[in-house]
C-alpha cells in the first residue's frame, strides 16, 4: 500500500527550477518528520532535505544547499512536502524519493515509510 505518493519530476535543462510534491495521509504523516532523498543511476541513496513536522528547523545536503528548499503543508487531510529545486546541474539527475520518519535526520535507516520515486533528469 502506497503512503507517500510523489510527483513533478520530469526534464529540466541545466539552470532551470522543478518542484517536487509528496502528497500523503494526514491521519498518518502529521507528526513524522520528512525527508527527501535521491539515488543516481549506479550510486547509493542521498539525503537531500529534511523537515520536522513542525518548525522552521530544516537540514540540508551540502550538494544542494542554497539551490534547494523543502517545506511542507500540514493540511486537514493531506500532508504535503515539498522540494523546490533551483539552479539545477546534471549532477542533480537521479530519483528523487519521499521518506516519513519519527524525527529529522539525514540517515536513511530512521525514515521508515518511503515513497516510490519521481524521475528528475537535468540536462546539460
Known amino acids: 500500500q502506497v503512503q507517500l505518493v510523489e510527483s513533478g519530476g520530469g526534464l529540466v535543462q541545466a539552470g532551470g527550477s522543478l518542484r517536487l510534491s509528496c502528497a500523503a495521509s494526514a491521519r498518518t504523516f502529521s507528526y513524522s518528520a520528512m525527508g527527501w532523498f535521491r539515488q543516481a543511476p549506479g550510486k547509493e541513496r542521498d539525503f537531500v532535505a529534511a523537515i520536522p513536522w513542525s518548525g522552521p528547523n530544516t537540514v540540508y545536503a551540502d550538494s544542494v544547499k542554497g539551490r534547494f528548499t523543502i517545506s511542507r503543508d500540514n493540511a486537514k487531510n493531506t500532508v504535503t512536502v515539498y522540494l523546490q529545486m533551483n539552479s539545477v546541474e546534471p549532477e542533480d539527475t537521479a530519483v528523487y524519493f519521499c521518506?516519513?520518519?519519527?524525527?529529522?535526520?539525514?540517515?536513511?535507516?530512521?525514515?521508515?515509510?518511503w515513497g516510490q520515486g519521481t524521475q528528475v533528469t537535468v540536462s546539460s
Open positions: 521518506a516519513a520518519g519519527s524525527r529529522m535526520t539525514m540517515s536513511s535507516r530512521e525514515y521508515n515509510f
